[in-house]
């Protein structure tokens, strides 16, 4: 869960965090002023203050039954971060912060922890237990990795020449809206962590699966120039990023000159916004709708042709989605429906290339490309009309007691 909250006028970007009830202990991550923090606090530090008994009771999974989620969130970061705010404010500065994208590639970052202390706000205070070291914000990581799609002749844009645009419209989400030196907007989607399955131990990056797919639509772009590849959002460049020596934990010895100008990808510039964080779903569609006539379901099946003639296009191309048995990455937060045309797409967020000269991936194509047809018929003939469904009958509801309103007001 992420959040945002105000202390100083400065917004506290929440992004992670744990609490442990049985261990005692919690953590908490966020950003303030372009620098990153996380604040542990654990029982045996501040036992026997009065922070320790405004925050115990907090550590439960459970929130109040009168608060929700959301809200038993809040009052956990709030806690935690009000009681560290002198030294947060020592740490740093007013300096204006997250300008451009190497700005977030290259963000400081301190780990804190409360200790008691008599003078400080409940018996406590934050003290520094390591850093500054440099992180990406937002699980950003730049790359080494090659990829397939690359082309030789793609413009290439530093991370420190890239204008950072609207970062205050949604702090908790990633930059993505930049400025060129020439005054180029673009869109950035950027290289990420990878994440590890908890079950299987299995490493995968979704973020440079979906870099793949965009750069082999742009190679197909290249190939043919045909009205679908001119339809899809281009891809304008590759951000590059100099590693710098500190985002090396240990490095070998003689590895600091090395690594300080390694040439690293950060992401790729595109032409238009591709997440369903920016760009209207067919799940917000549905929500938003108030009609269900013949003219929205003929609209819906012009979608699902759309989709469909979509998957076929980009299987052929080596790009397929997934998923897993009960969850298909081709959902309704995944189509993804222009503002303008209204015409349909697939987000590429959760695509991945599998290379048809790769033999050993056959059998993984025959796989998605069954999981894609599924996902099409699931989400057309099994969601959809549900949604739809329960739309009328909210409509008849609300008919019913404007019916009975006006009843009562002729006696």
Not at 212 to 219: C, G, V
Not at 256 to 282: E, F, W
Not at 368 to 393: C, G, H, V, Y
Request: hydrophobic fraction near 30%; aromatic fraction near 10%.
């Amino acid at each position: 869960m992420s959040t945002v909250r105000y202390f100083d006028d400065i917004p506290h970007i929440g992004r992670f965090g744990m609490r442990d009830d049985d261990g005692a202990t919690s953590w908490t991550m966020f950003y303030r002023n372009g620098t990153n923090f996380t604040i542990h606090v654990d029982e045996k530090d501040v036992s026997g203050t009065a922070f320790h008994s405004l925050w115990r009771p907090l550590l439960g999974d459970e929130p109040k039954e009168s608060e929700s989620l959301t809200d038993d969130y809040n009052k956990f970061f709030d806690l935690v971060v009000s009681h560290s705010l002198s030294t947060l404010q020592e740490i740093d500065s007013a300096k204006t912060h997250w300008i451009t994208l190497r700005d977030y590639l290259h963000t400081p970052a301190y780990d804190l922890k409360l200790v008691s202390d008599s003078t400080g706000t409940d018996g406590v205070r934050a003290v520094v237990t390591k850093g500054p070291e440099s992180v990406g914000a937002y699980e950003f990581q730049p790359t080494t990795t090659t990829f397939k799609n690359m082309p030789q002749t793609i413009p290439k844009y530093s991370s420190s020449d890239l204008i950072v645009l609207d970062k205050e419209a949604d702090w908790r989400m990633p930059p993505h809206k930049v400025r060129t030196t020439d005054g180029l907007i673009c869109y950035f989607k950027a290289c990420e962590q990878s994440s590890t399955h908890v079950e299987t131990g299995e490493e995968t990056n979704a973020s440079l699966d979906s870099i793949e797919s965009h750069l082999r639509l742009y190679k197909y772009r290249q190939e043919k120039s045909d009205s679908y590849a001119t339809q899809r959002s281009k891809v304008l460049g590759i951000v590059t990023d100099a590693a710098s020596a500190s985002d090396e934990s240990d490095p070998a010895p003689g590895q600091h000159d090395k690594n300080k100008n390694q040439a690293l990808v950060a992401g790729i510039l595109l032409s238009s916004p591709t997440s369903s964080s920016y760009t209207k779903t067919l799940g917000d569609v549905i929500e938003q709708t108030e009609t269900t006539d013949d003219v929205f379901i003929e609209q819906i099946q012009r979608w699902r042709t759309q989709i469909e003639e979509d998957v076929v296009r980009l299987h052929s191309l080596g790009i397929y989605w997934g998923g897993r048995e009960d969850w298909f990455y081709i959902n309704p937060y995944t189509v993804l429906i222009d503002a303008e045309s209204g015409d349909a797409s697939l987000s590429l967020d959760t695509a991945v290339f599998l290379d048809d000269d790769d033999t050993t991936s056959k059998d993984s194509r025959t796989k998605l490309t069954e999981m894609d047809t599924r996902a099409i018929e699931s989400l057309f003939e099994q969601w959809l009309p549900e949604e739809l469904s329960e739309k009328r009958n909210e409509g008849s509801e609300e008919y019913s007691g404007r019916s009975y309103l006006m009843s009562l007001a002729d006696i």
